[in-house]
């Protein structure tokens, strides 16, 4: 009887064991994802470079597929801003920022038609932090803007991705 219950034991033990190492395993390797195309979610800070009609990093990276939480903190007391992922070159920006002038702050400045739009922020009162999740597209480079009335071209940059 006495074996029997300490195989019991033993194996009870054994199974608990495998269960932590399990659990710590797998808390290691989600912390350290070393690239590649298993890259696990990432958020990335951008804000409004002070009063300036600028933001304050004009070159993101993420990885395609990647789901990406972009945080934009607006640095100005005074300016609205937003952070518009554009779906195209200028033309298509120019496009959606005409359109956005007459859809007005209500619509976040943005069209009705969203085809070209591939994220978009909040807008961004003055010192207001916004976030917003999304999908990063297929490799390439796409440019991101503001959509507030005059401030494309100037406030705009480039996200990168990458295979
Ligand atoms: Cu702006």
């Known amino acids: 009887m006495k074996i029997w219950l300490r195989m ?3 194996a009870v033990l054994t199974a608990l064991a495998m269960v932590l190492v399990a659990c710590g395993g797998g808390g290691n390797s989600g912390g350290s994802s070393g690239g590649g195309q298993s890259s696990g979610p990432v958020t990335l800070e951008i804000g409004s470079k002070g009063e300036e009609l600028a933001y304050d990093k004009t070159e993101l990276r993420v990885a395609a597929g990647q789901t990406v939480t972009l945080r934009f903190k607006n640095n ?3 300016q609205q801003h937003n952070w518009i992922l554009v779906k195209g070159g200028d033309a298509e920006a120019a496009a959606i920022v005409n359109a956005g002038l007459t859809a007005g702050p209500a619509a976040n400045y943005l069209p009705a038609d969203k085809s070209n739009v591939l994220a978009e ?3 961004a009162n003055g010192n207001e932090t916004v976030e917003v999740t999304f999908t990063a597209p ?4 796409y440019i991101y803007i503001c959509t507030v009335p005059g401030h494309y071209p ?4 480039k996200l990168i991705v990458t295979n």
């Open 8 to 10: 019991i034991a033993f």
């Open 76 to 78: 100005s007391a005074v």
């Open 121 to 123: 922020s909040p807008l």
């Open 138 to 141: 297929a490799a390439g480079t």
């Open 154 to 157: 100037l406030m705009q940059g």
